[in-house]
């Protein structure tokens, strides 16, 4: 079946550092792949999306590229700040499944 | 004006007992969802309605029972609460029906239940 896969955190960096949060999926199809971002005590919001193979989702300065070819969804930033804190989901439309969450800390 | 808003935000409950969660959206959406994520922050799809209709409803003990009355408002009941359902439930919207591939939800801020 259908699955997302992101690599685990907690994730620590310094601020101004470049940021990776790895993500594959498995599917059936070409669903649409999404990152939500979930900051403390409140519900997860759509960070960034792409609808097909080869779109580049971008938002607040995250990226992200739909790869077909090697089934990976990396969200990446080029230099983070403290307010990035936050936990980062992976996830997978159609059925809607979200990889397991990925914290990420930004010390000053 | 909150898009998505659940209540209670907290709830503490003795084992056994009968809570409802309420959940409403005001954006107009046809489908609606309930989540629950647990203390590693894993996030489980239990539910979904499409306009009043149920159209996903995953391995969830039949102790949860979703209840819609419109399609703006989508309640979760719980019977006999037990230590393990202890957990965050998010309820969600979105515009398209969950299965199409390129739906955008909208979550609710959470609501954290303590089964004691």
Redesign the interface.
Known sequence: GNSVTQMEGPVTLSEEAFLTINCTYTATGYPSLFWYVQYPGEGLQLLLKATKADDKGSNKGFEATYRKETTSFHLEKGSVQVSDSAVYFCALGGKLIFGQGTELSVKP | DTA?SQTPKYLVTQMGNDKSIKCEQNLGHDTM?WYKQDS??????MF?YNNKELI?NETVPNRFSPKSPDKAHLNLHINSLELGDSAVY?C?SSQVQ?????????????TQLSVL
Do not use: P
């Open positions: 998505v969802y590693k922050k894993f996030l489980k799809i979904s996903i998010f969600a969950g299965g199409k591939g390129n739906e955008k939800l909208f979550f609710g801020s959470g």
